[in-house]
T-cell receptor
Framework: KQEVTQIPAALSVPEGENLVLNCSFT??????LQWFRQDPGKGLTSLLL???SQREQTSGRLNASLDKSSGRSTLYIAASQPGDSATYLC???????????WGAGTKLIIKP | EAGVVQSPRYKIIEKKQPVAFWCNPI?????LYWYRQNLGQGPELLIR????????DSQLPKDRFSAERLKGVDSTLKIQPAELGDSAVYLC??????????FGQGTRLTVV
């Protein structure tokens, strides 16, 4: 059974720092992996989607990498800003049916 | 283009009472998902529709939960009777077949 783990559960860093959020999964046979952002009281916003054949995806200050063989993905945030404060969740799809299996998320606080 | 719309945003009910949530997906999206998210956890899939057909309801507690998607557009999720453990955020998402899903803002349910 696929399990997705995100460590740490919470992270607080000063504004301007570069940071890395981690996601690990137990079964390397995934179809794709996706990173989401969730703000309090709001829904989930997709940030980056990496297909199983890809190694990384970039969007602005965000870069997500995927290492299927080791069952790991990282989300790199450059030059963090207070507006980046949110909970970041990763989710994997085991097949093309887009049934997402989720991590519990990392709550990120960027201090001004 | 409007996103996924859910109502109500918040609902407080007493245990043993019924409750219903409504979701209007993005126009043209044939696949609709209902998720439940407990505090500090990732979302858990309850049911997935393709058009009017529920293609995956294995995680739906069928003794008290029911869902319908008439005409393959809007969907309702019902709980009857509600229990204290049902307190959570209920998220609706939609997609075009098995492509990337877009999430609504969710309904926060509190059962007292």
């Amino acid at each position: 059974k696929q399990e997705v783990t995100q460590i740490p559960a919470a992270l607080s860093v000063p504004e301007g720092e570069n940071l890395v959020l981690n996601c690990s999964f137990t079964d390397s046979a995934i179809y794709n992996l996706q990173w989401f952002r969730q703000d309090p009281g709001k829904g989930l916003t997709s940030l980056l989607l990496i297909q199983s054949s890809q190694r990384e995806q970039t969007s602005g200050r965000l870069n997500a990498s995927l290492d299927k063989s080791s069952g790991r993905s990282t989300l790199y945030i450059a030059a963090s800003q207070p507006g980046d404060s949110a909970t970041y969740l990763c989710a994997v799809s085991p097949d093309s049916n887009y049934q997402l299996i989720w991590g519990a998320g990392t709550k990120l606080i960027i201090k001004p | 283009e409007a996103g996924v719309v859910q109502s109500p945003r918040y609902k407080i009910i007493e245990k043993k009472q019924p409750v219903a949530f409504w979701c209007n997906p993005i126009s043209g999206h044939n696949t609709l998902y209902w998720y439940r998210q407990n505090l500090g956890q990732g979302p858990e899939l309850l049911i997935r529709y393709e058009n009017e057909e529920a293609v995956d309801d294995s995680q739906l507690p069928k003794d008290r939960f029911s869902a319908e998607r008439l005409k393959g557009v809007d969907s309702t999720l019902k709980i009857q009777p509600a229990e204290l453990g049902d307190s959570a955020v209920y998220l609706c998402a939609s997609s075009l077949w098995n492509t990337e899903a877009f999430f609504g803002q969710g309904t926060r349910l509190t059962v007292v």
